[in-house]
């Protein structure tokens, strides 16, 4: 059964701390991606990492930075946590899509991250 | 700019009846689309996808129909069931890249 997990459902940090989200995935995806979801705006992408050590830019990248060494593994990183980083955070990986695949992500549950 | 947008937050439909949830986008290099469903405290889940080529997708009680002259995408759920309350997005994507373009979401509630 595919497998997404976060390493804390729910966390809450002070202003300024540099916390860390982990994500490991048990399939073998290549692919793998960190979310953030807040009312009324969706899920927004913030990285995603394509291969081992590779990592590219979603939408609103700053004040994030990501780490992938292993391909199970994928870590968001706070570097200074504010208070307007308050969010939930949703960590999902995808194989890469093959023709005729149905390009499907597979989602964790979810970190609720509080920030004071 | 949304490129993806669900212009209905919530949604009521009495259980046995038929749930549409709609999907507009503007982007014309979206060539794929997808539904996911979501319950508080869970990640979402994928539901159903839709490719460009196609006007039409099932899988059981779903069904997800595609207006590419319009833009439009809207997931049909027959018979609504109690269990199908949750938010439901919908996604776009353009094959070759790696990003998602996420809908804002409808709260959809089945009443028994």
């Known amino acids: 059964d595919v497998k997404v997990t976060q390493s804390s459902r729910y966390l809450v940090k002070r202003t300024g701390e540099k916390v860390f989200l982990e994500c490991v995935q048990d399939m073998d995806h290549e692919n793998m991606f960190w979310y953030r979801q807040d009312p009324g705006l969706g899920l927004r992408l913030i990285y995603f990492?394509?291969?081992?050590?590779?990592?590219e830019k979603g939408d609103i990248p700053e004040g994030y930075s990501v780490s992938r060494e292993k391909k199970e593994r994928f870590s968001l990183i706070l570097e200074s946590a504010s208070t307007n980083q308050t969010s939930m955070y949703l960590c999902?990986?995808?194989?890469?899509?093959?023709?005729?695949?149905?390009?499907?992500?597979?989602f964790g549950p979810g970190t609720r991250l509080t920030v004071t | 700019d949304q490129q993806v947008k669900q212009n209905s937050p919530s949604l009521s439909v009495q259980e046995g009846r038929i749930s549409i949830l709609n999907c507009d986008y503007t982007n014309s290099m979206f060539d794929y689309f997808l539904w996911y469903k979501k319950y508080p405290a869970e990640g979402p889940t994928f539901l159903i996808s839709i490719s460009s080529i196609k006007d039409k997708n099932e899988d059981g009680r779903f069904t997800v129909f595609l207006n590419k002259s319009a833009k439009h995408l809207s997931l049909h759920i027959v018979p609504s069931q109690p269990g199908d309350s949750a938010v439901y997005f919908c996604a776009a994507f353009t094959s070759g890249t790696y990003k998602y373009i996420f809908g804002t979401g409808t709260r959809l509630k089945v009443l028994a």
């Open positions: 999902a990986s995808r194989f890469p899509g093959l023709a005729g695949g149905t390009y499907e992500q597979y």
């Open positions: 990492s394509y291969d081992v050590k590779m990592k």
